[in-house]
């Protein structure tokens, strides 16, 4: 006997028999959710990795102050490497009354050095390659700032004291430094034209950049050669950093994701287990006679490992093909926040898509097949015998086993994954004792004599019962909080935010604009504010000990310290800051002026104490104090703080800019564009406009994770409707019997109603229950927000599940009093 | 040859071990047809499987072909009864989800036939049902599932076939027609037939009756 062949054929004999269906619908739906994770994270990871180089836009990029990179560019010259430069901040650019933040970029001939740059002539026009920068006096846009600005290419647009003609759109610049889309749209400009816009001051927060490229000798021979060069001042990037970034948000998100769709095989697995063994149930007679006509224990393993192997392939693939179309979506979801073009989809998540089906029937099925080998021939002669089906121990050790493996799989992380686990175990045991009790309180009422009779379903399966409101109510409970519950959170935080929280932020103020300027705004604009110095240093010592990035972990704190803090000095505490451990300096009886003052978060970030000695380097000095107060800050209230403060003396020395914020009605807001001519180096930052598009990138985020847990509550839905089919024998036969006693048509459909709709409304009801309160716990206790408990939340899914349920079901339940009594009791097994 | 020496069987019964029988001995020639007559609970359909190498007997030994069952594991004696050993049963054990073809075609495919369509086709045609190849078993009368069976035991040309009540699930009419069929496709076989029953106007149709009760194995007169 081949058995691939034999297998395959009895397969496709079982699927018309209908005995596979919710079997492979299930293997569909946790293919369809893993692959979908797979294939957008491919792609929009394969965006940016193998063309680490093209991100940096060259081998080497050299970031400093502008005189600093002399020297470095003679040497790469001297070695035969090509050289160009680029300098970048943040600006606001003015056309008509309107104004936008950007990211500017002026560039010299060359750039750049390593990917392309794709332009346009006008919105839909093909994209073609740029051959050479921004001519004088033009400037390349991203698309949506025509939007923005309602301006046309041909256009003119205001960037500082000097205007510029649109003549191209930026399609593609892959050195953006991110492939997602910034807050800030991105223009360029050529870099001669740079001293015209009068943009650039001292102390501006402005990037150098020095490109560098070269044969790979070159590069490592220049590499070799800047190790021993003194490097103070100068951050050296390579294509391996400028990929770093990028990767650890796709890396996270696609964590995120996949494990969210794990719990989607967690649940369609339920599904597996009671369709694979209602489905073995059924297959020990035709065993028996198989084996009575010769088939070995061997023959019958094979033969069940290779309708595993088909089933997989089958279902897998349809799975795969789902997974495709629901990445499509996903993208369409995340539209605008991605690039317009991404890579073709590739085949790795399809074999990803493949071995999860096959991880899958491994953990769920294949221990259920495998004890069909012991059915004995001797079952033909005697009903009794059934063999040794796979014990329970085994069966739920393989599917944890999997689905722990799967966890370890997508988290990469052992720490992580047995969280994940431990989470969903406890989350589906708490759900499932909750279930049990509410069943438990249905049974003893109706034992009591309270007349549900329609119950009986629900009652007399209590653990079926039990399975089917817990599968069903945690892909709500995931809806019902990645919707009702996140809109509420978002609201909740935005509610706390005073109208009259500033709304504008102006920075990169020259010491020498400071009083104009504040007489400018309290008099004219009508705001009544204070500027505050700003000054912009790294953290080099904790303690008279080296503070490199590498000593923290991955994340904020890395973050912090590889970046430049904000530092400023002031005489009183700002508004909305709490000292929480040390006194400020104004309660100190000496007042010395080397005293820091940090804010809570960092120093729990950077494991900063009391009394420990910070050293800064502000442009190639350094600044060193102790800390002599930690204070709680109010980020929410918009109003400008910074992370480290010491009192005035220590630091007036160093090059400022200063930095203010204030509120401005909508109605006053005529007054902006004259305030950018006015100084056209102060960059304004909107607000309201940086809220809206965070809120819009967390919808659009939270819909593709709205879309997983769509395909969780879809698989709940399988495992409702499998315990239908499993319970299905002992319905037709207890509806047949009720119709032989008499029971209308009528009064099944009604009882089977009541159970679907009861099923329904307490998977809701839990569903609803769980979601108020891990809402409220998160607002309470994460975000320190005012939310009160809503017990609305448990009407909708109350309702929701109930509607979903007997939907579902009702088609499911269909079958049963469609046909006649006579039939249901001649042909029990035959349906 | 079936050859069967020395044949016990007991079970743990609740109140202590129960023998259903000891020390039977039976020899059956090549194309002959015994037939086994006893009440219910006699132990006939056990003896049918010790016959049969679908279980072992608690002592005694059997040979099937100078071969002994009953030294043979369970995959061993499985391996000799693909296509040598046929059965007929009392409740037909067709497979539901497959066609008469596809129920007929089984054992071909286990004993690795090289045109197990061609053949089942001729068998069902050699028990009337060339008409309804394609039909489900809950598609088809009792008695047209029995001849099903009857071609599935038949197809491979075994040299044993084993029959256990097959009339049992029929009215008279019909279970004398299987019967019939039965018997003529059993001379033109020339299979060894054993056939269990309680009816003895059935078993008076083979070539040697024995009968079972009490735990011993006579011959009828």
Same mark, same amino acid.
């Given at each position: 006997?081949k ?18 269906r ?28 193998g ?13 400093g102050?502008?005189?600093l ?8 010259a ?16 003015l ?55 309602d ?14 003609r ?9 050195a953006?430094?991110n ?41 490592d ?7 021993r ?11 391996t950093?400028s990929q ?8 996270r ?19 597996m ?32 490992v ?32 991605l ?7 590739g085949?790795r ?30 079952r ?29 799989w ?6 992580l ?5 431990a989470?969903v175990?406890?989350?589906l ?26 119950f ?36 909740a ?76 000095f ?11 451990q040390?006194d ?5 009886p ?14 729990d ?9 910070l050293t ?23 109003n ?11 630091m ?9 914020s204030?509120y401005?009605?909508?109605d006053?807001?005529d007054v902006?564009?004259?305030l ?7 960059t ?19 819909r ?9 509550l ?11 089919q499993?319970?299905?024998?002992e ?14 048509k009528?009064r ?11 099923i329904g409304?307490?998977a809701?009801?839990?569903?609803g ?32 599940g109930?509607?979903?349920v ?11 009093y ?8 001649r042909?029990?097994?035959?349906g | ?19 259903? @029988?000891?020390n039977?001995? *039976? /020899?059956?020639? !090549?194309?002959?047809?015994? #037939?086994? =007559?006893? &009440?219910s609970?006699? %132990? ?19 040979? @099937?072909?100078?071969?002994? *069952? /009953?030294?043979? !594991?369970?995959?061993?004696? #499985?391996? =000799?009864? &693909?296509?040598?050993? %046929? ?5 037909f ?10 129920n ?16 089942a086709?001729q ?15 809950p ?7 029995q ?19 097959p ?23 020339g299979t ?14 083979c ?15």
């Amino acid at each position: 006997m081949k058995a691939w062949r034999y297998a395959l054929k009895l397969l496709l004999r079982d699927y018309r028999a209908g005995e596979l269906r919710l079997l492979a619908a299930a293997l569909v739906v946790s293919v369809a959710a893993v692959s979908s994770v797979a294939w957008l994270a491919d792609r929009v990871g394969e965006a940016t990795s193998g063309r680490a180089a093209e991100l940096l836009a060259a081998d080497r990029v050299l970031e400093g102050a502008e005189s600093l990179a002399d020297r470095f560019a003679a040497k790469a010259a001297e070695l035969g490497m090509q050289t160009t430069r680029s300098v970048g901040f943040p600006s606001v650019v003015l056309s008509g009354d309107r104004t936008q933040l950007v990211a500017v970029k002026a560039v010299e001939t060359g750039y750049p050095l390593r990917g392309e740059l794709l332009l346009q002539s006008g919105l839909g026009a093909p994209e073609r390659r740029a051959e050479g920068i921004p001519p004088r006096g033009e400037i390349w846009i991203e698309p949506r700032l025509l939007s923005l600005l309602d301006l046309e290419v041909g256009e003119t647009l205001s960037l500082g004291a000097m205007d510029f003609r649109i003549s191209e759109l930026l399609a593609l610049d892959a050195a953006r430094g991110n492939v997602f889309v910034s807050l800030a749209p991105q223009v360029m400009i050529n870099r001669a034209d740079l001293a015209a816009t009068d943009l650039i001051q001292p102390a501006s927060r402005v990037r150098y950049n020095l490109l560098l490229a070269g044969a790979p000798a070159t590069v490592d021979a220049y590499e070799a050669w800047l190790e021993r060069q003194d490097l103070t001042g100068i951050e050296v990037e390579r294509p391996t950093d400028s990929q770093r970034g990028v990767g650890e948000v796709i890396e996270r998100a696609r964590r995120f994701l996949g494990l969210s769709a794990l719990l989607t095989l967690v649940v369609a697995g339920v599904a597996m287990l009671m369709t694979v063994r209602r489905y073995a149930a059924r297959q020990v007679d035709r065993v028996a006679v198989m084996r009575c006509l010769g088939a070995t224990q061997r023959d019958i393993g094979w033969l069940m490992v290779w309708k595993l192997i088909w089933l997989g392939l089958f279902a897998g693939g349809i799975g795969v093909l789902a997974g495709l179309g629901l990445q499509a979506g996903m993208l369409a979801l995340l539209s605008g926040l991605l690039p317009e073009t991404l890579p073709a989809p590739g085949w790795r998540p399809a074999v990803v898509g493949w071995l999860t089906a096959y991880a899958g029937l491994l953990g769920f099925a294949l221990p259920t097949f495998l004890g069909l080998r012991h059915v004995p021939p001797l079952r033909v002669l005697r009903r009794d015998l059934t063999g040794r089906p796979t014990g329970a121990v085994t069966l739920y050790a393989a599917a944890l086993g999997v689905v722990l493996a799967l966890m370890w799989w997508q988290a990469s992380d052992v720490r992580l994954a047995l969280t994940v686990f431990a989470a969903v175990l406890g989350t589906l045991l708490l759900l499932g004792a909750a279930a049990a009790g509410l069943v438990w309180l249905i049974r003893r009422r109706q034992r009591r004599g309270a007349g549900l009779l329609q119950f009986t379903g629900l009652v007399r399966r209590p653990v079926t019962s039990t399975i089917q409101i817990v599968a069903v109510g945690l892909g709500l409970m995931a809806l019902l909080l990645l919707t009702v519950v996140r809109t509420d959170l978002l609201t909740a935080w935005r509610d706390r935010i005073p109208d009259d929280a500033p709304n504008y932020f102006l920075i990169n103020i020259q010491p020498s604009e400071v009083p104009e300027l504040e007489g400018y705004l309290n008099d004219t604009v009508g705001v009544d504010t204070r500027l505050y110095p700003m000054i912009r240093g790294r953290l080099v010592e904790i303690n008279g000990e080296d503070v490199a990035p590498e000593d923290f972990p991955p994340g904020r704190a890395r973050g912090l310290v590889e970046r430049e803090f904000n530092l400023s000095f002031r005489e009183q505490p700002a508004e909305g800051n709490r000292v929480i451990q040390g006194d400020w300096w104004r309660e100190l009886p000496a007042q010395p002026p080397d005293q820091f003052s940090v804010e809570q978060g960092v120093a729990d970030e950077l494991g900063i104490a009391m009394g420990d000695r910070l050293t800064f380097r502000v442009a190639g000095r350094t600044v060193s104090a102790g800390v002599t107060n930690i204070r709680e800050v109010q980020w929410d209230s918009f109003n400008v703080n910074f992370f480290v403060v010491s009192p005035p003396g220590l630091m007036e020395d160093f090059p400022a800019t200063y930095i203010t914020s204030f509120y401005l009605p909508p109605d006053r807001t005529d007054v902006l564009p004259e305030l950018v001519r006015r100084y056209p180096s102060v960059t304004l930052f909107d607000v309201g406009t940086i809220l809206r598009t965070v809120r819009s990138i967390i919808d659009q985020g939270a819909r593709v994770v709205e879309l997983m847990a769509s395909l969780t509550l879809v698989a709940g839905i399988i495992v409702l409707l499998a315990a239908l089919q499993v319970t299905a024998e002992e319905r037709r036969f207890e509806t047949a019997l009720m119709r032989a006693l008499g029971a209308t048509k009528q009064r099944i459909r009604r009882m089977i109603r009541w159970e679907l709709l009861l099923i329904g409304g307490l998977a809701g009801l839990l569903a609803g229950g769980v979601a108020a309160v891990a809402g409220h716990a998160v607002a309470v206790y994460l975000f320190d927000l005012e939310y009160a408990l809503r017990p609305v939340l448990v009407g909708y899914g109350v309702l929701a599940g109930a509607a979903v349920v007997w939907l579902a079901g009702g088609v499911g339940t269909l079958r049963y009093y469609r046909v006649s009594p006579m039939r249901l009791l001649r042909a029990p097994e035959n349906g | 040859m079936l050859v069967a020496r020395g044949l016990g069987m007991r079970f743990a019964g609740p109140a202590g071990e129960i023998s259903l @029988f000891q020390n039977l001995d *039976l /020899t059956i020639a !090549d194309g002959e047809a015994v #037939a086994v =007559l006893g &009440a219910s609970g006699s %132990g006939k359909s056990t003896l049918l499987g010790l016959l049969a190498g679908l279980d072992v007997p608690t002592e005694g030994q059997v040979f @099937f072909n100078g071969n002994e *069952l /009953t030294a043979m !594991d369970e995959d061993q004696r #499985a391996r =000799l009864r &693909a296509g040598r050993v %046929g059965f007929v049963f009392q409740a037909f054990h067709l497979m539901p989800g497959l066609t008469a073809l596809e129920n007929v075609m089984l054992p071909l495919e286990l004993s690795g036939s090289r045109d197990p369509r061609g053949e089942a086709v001729q068998a069902l045609e050699a028990v009337g049902l060339g008409e309804r190849l394609t039909h489900y078993p809950p598609q088809l009368s009792g008695g047209e599932q029995q001849r099903v069976a009857i071609g599935r035991a038949f197809v491979t040309r075994p040299r044993l076939l084993f029959a256990d009540e097959p009339t049992g699930n029929l009215d008279q009419g019909t279970g004398e027609r299987i019967i019939d069929l039965l018997f003529q496709l059993n001379r033109e076989h020339g299979t060894t037939l054993v056939l269990v029953t309680h009816d003895p106007a059935l078993a008076r149709r083979c070539d040697r009756v024995l009968h079972i009760a009490d735990g011993a194995l006579e011959a009828a007169a």
